[in-house]
């Protein structure tokens, strides 16, 4: 029952993409909501997009039409493709497996710097 672990992070240029990636250590077919949030250096953490087990999707609007939150259920994954990377996006990534009020539901984070 550890935690999630997030990959892809990186240094990419504006307009450019990443593909972040969640593994869970628990069945997502147990978990009714994960999601991703970003912290940037001294900034709280904020919501980024989150999906639950219909399907459903929800995005800030800073990120709507760029960023895609997706699962593979079977696999025990979670994605979050980032499209047209902007320097505000520059933040290390977290996602959350279940309740974000349980501490061990979140992953340790992958950071995404985008260069002007």
């Known amino acids: 029952q550890g935690r999630p672990v997030e990959s892809g992070g990186g240094l990419v240029q504006a307009g450019g993409s990443l593909r972040l990636s969640c593994a869970s250590s628990?069945?997502?077919?147990?978990?009714?909501?994960v999601g991703w949030y970003r912290q940037p250096p001294g900034k709280q953490r904020e919501l980024v997009a989150r999906i639950d087990r219909h399907n459903d999707s929800e995005y800030a609007a800073s990120v709507k039409g760029r960023f895609t939150i997706s699962r593979d259920t079977a696999k025990n994954t979670v994605f979050l493709l980032m499209n047209n990377l902007e320097p505000d996006d520059t933040a290390v990534y977290f996602c959350h497996t279940g309740s974000p009020a349980v501490d061990e539901n979140w992953g340790q984070g992958t950071q995404v710097t985008v260069s002007s």
């Open positions: 628990r069945s997502l077919f147990d978990i009714k909501l």
